[in-house]
Structures are given as C-alpha cells and as structure tokens.
Nanobody, 119 residues
Framework: QVQLEESGGGLVQAGGSLRLSCAAS????????MGWFRQSPGKDREFVAS????????NYADSVKGRFTISRDDAKNTVYLQMNSLKPEDTAVYYC????????????WGQGTQVTVSS
C-alpha cells in the first residue's frame, strides 16, 4: 500500500507561483503513474496533470498547459507540481494520485492540499 501526503498549498495572488509536493511512503513509487487532480467547491474532481512511471511522458489538462509542470524524483519518492501564472480559477483542493496496473488497477489518493489564488 502507498500512502501519499501533499504539501505546499497556500494563499497566493494571481500571477504568482506555488510548488506542490507529494511525498509517498509505504513502498516505492518508481513503477507508478503519478498524477495531480483538483476539486473546487460544488464541482467534480478534475484531472490536472500526470507523469508516467519512467518520467518520459507527461499529460496536462488544457486549462493548465504552459503554466503547470509535473515532475518526479523517485530517489526521494516524491512528485511535484510547479504552478506558475496562477489564476483565481485554479483555486481548489489539489490531490495527489498514484496508479499501478498489475492484473488489476490499484489507485491511491492523498488527503489534499488547499490552493487559493486571490484576484
């Protein structure tokens, strides 16, 4: 089992930057696809970004392309989300996700970290 803990959220003005971290424990994440999702009040949880187990492939939601960058440091068992040029509509709770398919699909979530962008 993988435990995930997000950190790095906070309050920032529009145009500012934040870097979120997702520290994993319990087992290595080197074979997991890692992702970030977010959820705003009254809305469904939505995909933000993902990175393949090798780090060779990344995907982003259209709303964050060119502004957010996902990366991973398997030596530290940590995944990052660098968020630049933040907008008020980026305000949400951000969740880290780890997925592996070994026969069945196994998915793990963190508790989330709040990001608030003021205008």
């Amino acid at each position: 089992q993988v435990q995930l803990e997000e950190s790095g959220g906070g309050l920032v003005q529009a145009g500012g930057s934040l870097r979120l971290s997702c520290a994993a424990s319990g087992r290595t994440i080197r074979t997991y696809t890692m992702g970030w999702f977010r959820q705003s009040p009254g809305k469904d949880r939505e995909f933000v970004a993902s990175i393949s187990w090798s780090g060779a492939s990344t995907n982003y939601a259209d709303s964050v392309k060119g502004r957010f960058t996902i990366s991973r440091d398997d030596a530290k068992n940590t995944v990052y989300l660098q968020m630049n040029s933040l907008k008020p509509e980026d305000t949400a709770v951000y969740y880290c996700n780890a997925v592996i398919i070994v026969g069945s699909s196994y998915s793990y979530w963190g508790q989330g970290t709040q990001v608030t962008v003021s205008s």
